[in-house]
């Protein structure tokens, strides 16, 4: 089953305790980003990528990292986390670029105290 | 100001209604209009896509696009209950970024 697999689903975690966040696409897309969803700002795009070691910052970069070394591999990575980090995430995979079909995972909720 | 604008709603109408969605984009450089469905507690999918003006229609689902005034619309018609979820409108103007609406939460009762 084509998919776009997140994990974990929900994490609760302490201020400033790193944390990543997988996700993964077995559909062979070259496009992945990585978006927040927060109550009256709507999706955000934090990161893409549009190939293998090809990243760059999308609306609302600071406090990320992500890394491509894989195609189907696209974590996301709070390095010092913070509330207002706390958010539901969303990866997502398309064929070519932002102009075609993205594919959404499940979603993460994130929980930073 | 914000490159996509979105009522946020929330829209109530009865079953069987015609449903109006609408956005408004401030770049006139966006060539590609979607519109994605999402359900509570589910990822966005990809509902309609538009590129270009023009409109496009699949079934019950019209999308609109209108450059001159930087306008996208979606229509449902004979809208039922399993309508009910958050629309998001998205643009884009090439290969690299999407923009998203803050999305319309519809709820369609009985």
């Known amino acids: 089953e084509a998919q776009v697999t997140q994990n974990p689903r929900y994490l609760i975690t302490v201020t400033g305790k790193k944390l990543t966040v997988t996700c993964s696409q077995n559909m062979n897309h070259e496009y992945m980003s990585w978006y927040r969803q927060d109550p009256g700002l709507g999706l955000r795009q934090i990161y893409y990528s549009m190939n293998v070691e090809v990243t760059d910052k999308g609306d609302v970069p600071e406090g990320y990292k992500v890394s491509r070394k894989e195609k189907r591999n696209f974590p996301l990575i709070l390095e010092s986390p913070s509330p207002n980090q706390t958010s539901l995430y969303f990866c997502?995979?398309?064929?070519?670029?932002?102009?075609?079909?993205?594919?959404f995972g499940q979603g993460t909720r994130l929980t930073v105290v | 100001q914000k490159e996509v604008e979105q009522d946020p709603g929330p829209l109530s109408v009865p079953e069987g209604a015609i449903v109006s969605l609408n956005c408004t984009y401030s770049?006139?450089?966006?060539?590609?209009f979607m519109w994605y469905r999402q359900y509570s507690r589910k990822g966005p999918e990809l509902l309609m896509y538009?590129?270009?003006?023009g409109n496009k229609e699949d079934g019950r689902f019209t999308a609109q696009v209108d450059k001159s005034s930087k306008y996208i619309s979606l229509f449902i018609r004979d809208s039922q209950p399993s309508d009910s979820a958050t629309y998001l409108c998205?643009?884009?103007?090439?290969?690299?970024?999407?923009?998203f609406g803050t999305g319309t939460q519809l709820k369609v009762e009985l």
């Open positions: 997502a995979s398309s064929l070519s670029g932002a102009n075609t079909e993205a594919f």
């Open positions: 998205s643009v884009t103007g090439g290969g690299n970024k999407l923009t």
């Open positions: 770049n006139s450089a966006f060539q590609y």
């Open positions: 538009t590129y270009s003006s």
